[in-house]
C-alpha cells in the first residue's frame, strides 16, 4: 500500500498547489450558471418564490440572480486578484463564499424545503445532496479565503 501512496503521491504532487482553483471553478461556473439561467426574471419564477413564503417575491427574485452571478464571478476571480492584490482578493474570496453560504440555506429552507438528503425520491435526494455540497464548498471558500496555511 505504501508503494501505491507514494505513486499517487509523486503523481500528485505537482498538481497539490492548484487543488483551492479546481473546486473555485467548479463553484464560480456553477453559481454563475444558476443565477444566469434565472434571468430574465420572468412571473413564473416570482409566483413561485410566493407560493415558497418568500416575502416580497418580485424585489428578492432578480438579487437571487444577480447574487448567483456576482458570488460566482467573486469566488472565480477572488483568487485571480489575489495575485496583485492579496487583501482584496481574499477579502473578495470570502465575501463571496459568505454569499453562497447564505444563498444556499435559504434555497435549502423555501425551494428545496421538502426534500431529504437521506429520504426520498431518488432525483431529490441526489439534488438535495448537490445543494449541501455546494453550502459547503461556500463555507469553505468564506473560512478560508485563498490562504493556503
Avoid at 8 to 31: C, H, V
Avoid at 122 to 142: I, K, N, P, T
Amino acid at each position: 500500500m505504501k508503494k501505491v501512496n507514494d505513486l499517487l503521491e509523486n503523481l500528485t504532487s505537482p498538481f497539490q498547489a492548484y487543488t483551492d482553483f479546481i473546486l473555485k471553478i467548479g463553484l464560480g461556473i456553477a453559481f454563475f450558471l444558476h443565477g444566469y439561467g434565472k434571468l430574465p426574471i420572468n412571473q413564473g419564477f416570482i409566483d413561485w418564490l410566493s407560493s415558497q413564503g418568500v416575502p416580497l417575491a418580485h424585489i428578492i427574485a432578480p438579487l437571487v440572480a444577480w447574487s448567483e452571478i456576482s458570488a460566482g464571478i467573486g469566488i472565480l476571480f477572488g483568487g485571480i486578484i489575489a495575485i496583485k492584490a492579496q487583501t482584496l482578493g481574499n477579502l473578495v474570496t470570502r465575501i463571496s463564499g459568505l454569499a453562497i453560504v447564505v444563498i444556499m440555506i435559504n434555497a435549502l429552507l423555501f425551494a428545496h424545503s421538502h426534500w431529504s438528503i437521506f429520504i426520498g425520491e431518488r432525483g431529490s435526494v441526489l439534488f438535495a445532496s448537490e445543494q449541501l455540497f455546494l453550502l459547503l464548498l461556500g463555507l469553505y471558500f468564506f473560512i478560508k479565503g485563498n490562504y493556503n496555511k
